[in-house]
């Protein structure tokens, strides 16, 4: 489960750095990143981090079944 835990907060990274990234480049006035629109690679950052919330709500959920708290 850590492992599981680690994983997640490492996804949940790099969807923040995917949309601070997107937001820089955008302030700098480029519609485009690496062939990329700014406003697609902003909602894949939304959605990466998203992904990690719900993988680290999973370990959570997972973590108090076994102690049997509800």
Not at 11 to 37: D, I, K, P, Q, W
Not at 38 to 49: D, K, Q, S, Y
Request: proline share 0%; glycine share 8%.
């Amino acid at each position: 489960m850590k492992f599981v835990s680690i994983v997640s907060s490492l996804v949940g990274y790099a969807g923040v750095l995917l949309c601070v990234l997107s937001t820089f480049v955008r302030l700098s006035g480029n519609y485009y990143f690496l062939g990329f629109e700014i406003l697609t690679l902003f909602n894949a950052g939304l959605a990466v981090m998203i992904f990690g919330c719900f993988i680290k709500l999973d370990v959570l959920s997972r973590t108090l079944n076994k102690l049997h708290i509800s």
